[in-house]
């Protein structure tokens, strides 16, 4: 295996007892001493501590970034506010995703985060589209904090009493601890909370700073999948890649009208042929929220069926796992567009046998967002 | 009582022996939430997938540890998975089978080199 990279905060997962596994390239704390299951129902119930350092930190400069970033991505990048953040994915020709993300206007730049596995490439497409114009640099002295649950805001107050005045999607540069951070309102868990990003050599004194909350527990990968799945977000590699368009992941939601058909600036990103026809014809297959009926957990790549007995596989899942919120097991997957309302009885196969699944409403547990 | 390498401990009892799976196993599992149990009166072979445990993180088997029949499954498990975390060694056994045959009994290991298997 090659050398897996550490982030800043790596000597002090071993200290907290964490779990360590390869992850993207870096070495990862899957666990704490807590577990899976309690860490997951700690973050939903106060707030919990995650490492995301290994993801990609990028910034756009120059007069055309909005615009060049239009190039790559079907949202509304130009119309975005200061102070402001918004999700999004890169395509490719073929109408697929090619990575997600998440992209903030800082005023006198863009501040992009994108997912660890794909961050080289991201930094290779956006030199490519975007210089000599645009200036691309890719942030590597920087690390990533998230922190999530109802009782973040409160222990993110306690070292700057401003972020409590932000809203959903805001970004904002807020002093913690003596360092400046750049922190928006954002997360991966379908809780409120915050993600920061904070110079390398200020991150343990951070992350410590906001572990002496009784109410802030670190958070590992694992209970990071499970909380992600309740809220119905995808896995980039898993429930979104190459091969998949965002009509059929169903993330229309996140295309703006202007970047559509009839809008002020439509289509001019990559695959926009195929996105804007599909908008408009519909997809073949969609992503959809599957509950399991027994409590048997179907994971990726459980195979989906219409009936009971015989036929071909209709469909499979992306991701699955048990929800320690929902106190079930639950899962992600493509079925066929007419077989994808809410309520339609279908049967995953499990070590040989079909099991009933419903497809069921995303999230499946409520987001608790602060708009 | 004895212990597999598959990480399972076996207790006489009345004649039956009865099979659960170890301290170690259940924490290197992680918290379990799915167990599927063979169905009484089956007849299994030694080293046979017998039964399935779930936890976060994967799936893995049970196997038979002898050969014989399942005369009695702990059906506890099924509503509350987690009895395998909580008391492994105890309220959370999986199954009591009447061996056909004892003579694999002497390969498992003690406590001392089941402690010292598991390092």
């Excluded at chain 1, 020709?93 to 985060?113: C, K, P, Q, S, Y």
């Excluded at chain 1, 109802?150 to 970004?171: G, I, N, Q």
């Excluded at chain 1, 309520?343 to 995303?362: D, M, N, S, Y």
């Excluded at chain 2, 002497?106 to 598991?118: G, L, R």
């Amino acid at each position: 295996m090659a050398d897996l990279r550490q982030t800043p905060l790596y000597d002090m997962h071993l200290e907290l007892g964490a779990k360590m596994v390869p992850f993207a390239g870096y070495d990862m704390p899957v666990q704490y001493p807590l577990g899976v299951m309690k860490e997951h129902l700690h973050c939903r119930a106060a707030a919990g501590l995650f490492d995301v350092s290994h993801m990609g930190q990028v910034i756009l400069r120059g007069a055309g970034a909005a615009a060049g970033l239009e190039s790559l991505i079907p949202q509304d990048v130009i119309g975005l506010e200061v102070g402001r953040q918004r999700y999004g994915f890169f395509t490719n020709a073929a109408g697929g995703i090619e990575d997600d993300l998440m992209f903030a206007n800082r005023g006198d730049h863009l501040f992009l985060v994108v997912n660890a596995g794909c961050k080289e490439a991201d930094v290779a497409r956006l030199r490519g589209a975007l210089e000599p114009d645009v200036t691309v640099e890719y942030i590597e002295d920087r690390a990533l904090l998230a922190l999530q649950g109802p009782a973040a805001e409160s222990a993110l107050a306690k070292l700057a009493p401003e972020v409590a005045d932000m809203r959903f999607m805001d970004v904002a540069t807020v002093t913690l601890n003596g360092v400046e951070c750049w922190v928006s309102r954002s997360g991966y868990t379908g809780e409120d909370g915050y993600e920061i990003s904070v110079p390398e050599q200020a991150a343990v004194g951070l992350a410590r700073a906001l572990l002496s909350d009784e109410q802030v527990e670190p958070i590992g990968l694992g209970a990071r999948d499970s909380l992600r799945l309740e809220a119905g977000l995808c896995l980039y590699g898993h429930d979104i890649d190459a091969a998949t368009s965002p009509v059929e992941a169903a993330l229309t939601w996140g295309i703006q009208k202007v970047r559509r058909a009839g809008g002020a600036r439509a289509g001019n990103f990559e695959g926009a042929d195929v996105i804007l026809a599909q908008l408009a014809d519909g997809v073949a297959r969609k992503r959809v929220g599957l509950l399991p009926e027994g409590r048997a957990p179907m994971r990726e790549g459980t195979e989906i069926f219409a009936g009971a007995e015989g036929g071909e596989a209709i469909g499979h899942v992306t991701s699955g796992a048990f929800g320690p919120t929902l106190q079930g097991p639950m899962a992600m997957g493509y079925v066929p567009t007419d077989l994808s309302q809410i309520g339609t009885q279908l049967f995953g196969e499990v070590r040989g046998k079909r099991l009933p699944v419903k497809v069921a409403k995303l999230p499946f547990t409520p987001a608790n967002f602060k708009r | 009582m004895k212990f597999t390498e598959e990480h399972e401990w076996l207790r006489e009892e009345d004649g039956l022996i009865v099979v659960g799976i170890t301290e170690h196993a259940s924490e290197q599992l992680g918290d379990v939430v799915f167990i599927d149990l063979p169905e009484e009166g089956t007849e299994v072979t030694k080293d046979e997938e017998i039964c399935v445990i779930e936890s976060v993180k994967a799936a893995s088997d049970i196997l038979a540890p002898l050969d014989g029949e399942i005369v009695e499954v702990n059906s506890m498990l099924v509503d509350e998975p987690s009895k395998v975390n909580d008391d492994p060694l105890g309220d959370a056994w999986f199954f009591k089978m009447k061996p056909s045959d004892l003579s694999p009994m002497d390969d498992y290991m003690d406590e001392a080199e089941y402690k010292k298997f598991v390092g």
